[in-house]
């Protein structure tokens, strides 16, 4: 029987990036497609992944051998902060029935794709795999965080009374082709090219909130593909992995803004809000077992990455995801 690998979550900035990678790669190779294998990219017009049925017909429908999780209810800062609950109880229910059925369903192997905002909000840097649990989430998003975490300690249940073999994947800032763009709503280097290619546009000038002096890494989503493919072929251990380039890469605001600025090709007046707020000043992950563990990884350079995001972003602005519809 050839594997059939499910990707929840598949129309998103994560999912599209392996759909890429999986289309892409050399058959056979490291991060390409086995031979005779299937490869199922769900949205949720596929099936609403919080009702129990419906995720029930897409197993069943699919039979998948192996699935990569990758849906969930996400917003940014604003929502998570107003609609807490909600995005506690969709995520449990969405996570809770993708592992169910996973179970049910005997799959192979699942990967769950959860974030480093699951983390304490007071805790030793760098963030490290064995801090998960040592405290309470940011305040700002403990909906979302909570419901995160319980993937972690769902996936050690089944593993200790059934021994399936479920794990979870905790990647850093993602960006890439595809992404949310919505002004509103997005994280910070789509928010950010969205608004100078508006800049741009109007012959307004390009102000980013904050100083630009805080401190994040940001990982190229076909990377991050990459490393997701790695851990289904490779990694069969409970405890999850964090994805992320190393703490050394950590890359300013004022850097991403800068490079953003040359990308879009931005000649306007360009300044920095020093009134907004700036938010954490930096929060670095260890990506040391990753490493160890793949036995290295070529990361793309951080501005050829943004290059390519902002091309993709310039040559398919009426499809993105702008909010602008």
Known sequence: MANVVLVTGGSGLVGKAIQHIIETEPEGSRFGKKTGEKWVFAKSSDGDLRDPEQTRKLYEKYKPTHVIHLAALVGGLFKNMKYKLTFLREN?????????????????????????????????????ENKIHSGPPHESNFGYAHAKR???????????EFGCNFTSAIPTN???????FDLEDSHVIPGLIHKCYLAKKNNTPFIVSGTGKPLRQFIYSYDLAKLFIWQLREYDDVEPVILSVGEDEEVSIKEVADAIVKAVGFQGEYSFDTTRADGQFRKPASNKKLITLMGGFEFTPFEQALDTTVKWFLQNYDNARTGKK
């Open 92 to 128: 449990i229910l969405i996570n809770d029935n993708v592992l169910h059925a996973s179970h049910t369903h005997k799959t192979q192997k699942l990967i769950s794709c959860l974030s480093t905002c699951v983390f304490p909000d007071k805790v030793e840097y760098p963030l490290d």
């Open 174 to 180: 993602v960006f890439g082709p595809n992404d949310n």
């Open 150 to 160: 319980l993937v972690d300690v769902q996936n050690h249940a089944y593993k200790e």
